[in-house]
């Protein structure tokens, strides 16, 4: 170990007993806890919701022919439209063409890969999600069983699920369909009100190399080769909700290529997509307390410097161990390390003391994903929280070498990360959105977990606009301290 290694371990040590020894410390570490807790706490205590639509979402354009007895049904999806994350297009097997009806469906999405689905309420899914057009499709019905596979080249096939028993007649329709749900949209009502809309979709897609192959004979049927075109219809939802409009789905077909059209949605609460767009993000929520515990981080970060200048303390510091930047290095990594440790605790248990409160009033399954800690999205916000935490300690503790009074610290740190970030938000949007994105604040973003239209910037960015405010600060610091008086 070199020697300035050591003298940097040493350094660390002595600043860790001083700052250890002074009661404010504590306390504002257990506050910065308290606080995230607390309100996190609060939070979830205070959000409810619910679905309001149908319980079972079931419109869609079908092409399809009657198949008698066991039967297989392959195509090749060669183009779907991407009017829609969760907008459908695959191969069903179904009892009639009365919305509601038992049915099986194997569907690409362009959101979200092939899907696999019974009767609108289970689901199976592939692994990688990333499925695209060019695919390759097939259903097989064998006694009650109905079996999907998927291919990309139309020779090496894999399984995606098996529906063991799927309610369907010895004869049922087979064929192909199209959806493409509402999405939602969303706009600036005024300074912090986002107002949202739903925006009508119609998908397309086109189909070749289609084949069902039945093994008993099956009633004929109108149409060329015995395929028809059917617009399924959402049945009606209970009293109160609104009905889904859906638009009369569209037919072309050039010998064994079918370019179909069609709007609706397939699916259920959780299943499908259904109810998933625009969802809040039920993780930052959780840890929407760190906003209040800033207030505990600022001080800590302040006082660690401050309090040696007012006291005339810091000259015996700089006697001891007069290397300026390492006893500035040593202050860093012992405040950092702490608020971090701390942060890393509160963000924690705010989430999973928040977790059961947030399913209690709505917020889960099958709406919304139960994630545990162990989650990659939840460990990056948790644990990127905990690092905001820390780079906000690191800011105040650079600021309080620059400023070198507690007072006028505080209230330049409180004035750039909490009441112009509050002015911005009810002055107008564009203020809200360049604080957002522009200034230390941004780093408050790395808790997002969800793609809202109201996030300002996206979670790794933010962290970084405040690490380069932080870095900048703390250069001037390292600078400045080298070339005053003690």
Known sequence: MTTSTTSLLRAV????????????????????????????????????????????????????????GDVTVTARLTGQADSAPWAKAGLMLRSGTAGGAPSVSLMLTPGHGVRMQARGGTEELTGSGRAAAPYWLRLSRSGHEVTG?????????????????TGLPATAEAGMFVASPETATSHWAGPGKVVG????????????????????????????????????????????????????????????????????????????????DGQEDTVASTLSGVQIGLFAVIALGVLAMTSEYRTRTIRTTFTVSPHRGRVLAAKAVVVAAGVFAAGLVACAVSYVVSL???????????????????????????????????????????????????????????????????????????????????????GAAIRQTQPLFENAIGPWQGLGVLAAYTAVALGAAFWLQRRRDA
Do not use: C
């Open 149 to 165: 596979w998927e291919s990309a080249d139309g020779r090496t096939w894999r399984k995606v699920g098996t529906v063991p028993d």
């Open 356 to 442: 059961p409160i947030q399913r209690r009033n709505g917020y889960g399954p099958p709406l919304f994903t139960q994630r545990s800690l162990t989650d990659p999205l939840v460990l990056r916000a948790v644990v990127g929280t905990a690092a905001f935490l820390a780079l906000i300690a690191l800011l105040s503790l650079a600021v309080g070498v620059i400023v070198r009074r507690t007072a006028a610290a505080v209230i330049l740190l409180f004035t750039v990360l909490v009441v112009i970030p509050l002015v911005a938000q009810v002055t107008s949007v564009g203020a809200d959105l360049w604080v957002g994105r522009t200034t230390p604040v941004a």
């Open 197 to 276: 809309a739903a925006r009508a979709t119609t998908g397309r897609a086109v189909f070749d190399q289609v084949t069902a192959t039945s093994a008993a004979a099956a009633p004929a049927a109108s149409g060329a080769d015995g395929w028809q075109l059917t617009d399924v219809v959402q049945p009606p939802g209970p009293p109160g909700t609104q009905p889904v409009a859906a638009a009369s789905g569209t037919l072309h077909r050039t010998g064994r290529t079918f370019t179909v059209t069609g709007s609706g949605d397939l699916g259920s609460p959780g299943v499908g997509g259904v109810g998933q």
């Open 13 to 68: 040590r002595a600043e860790w007993a001083k700052l250890r020894s002074v009661r404010s410390t504590g306390a504002a570490l257990l506050a910065t806890v308290a606080l995230v807790v607390l309100i996190g706490v609060l939070t979830a205590e205070g959000g409810h919701t619910s679905y309001g639509g149908p319980a079972r979402m079931d419109g869609f354009a079908f092409v399809h022919r009657p198949a008698a």
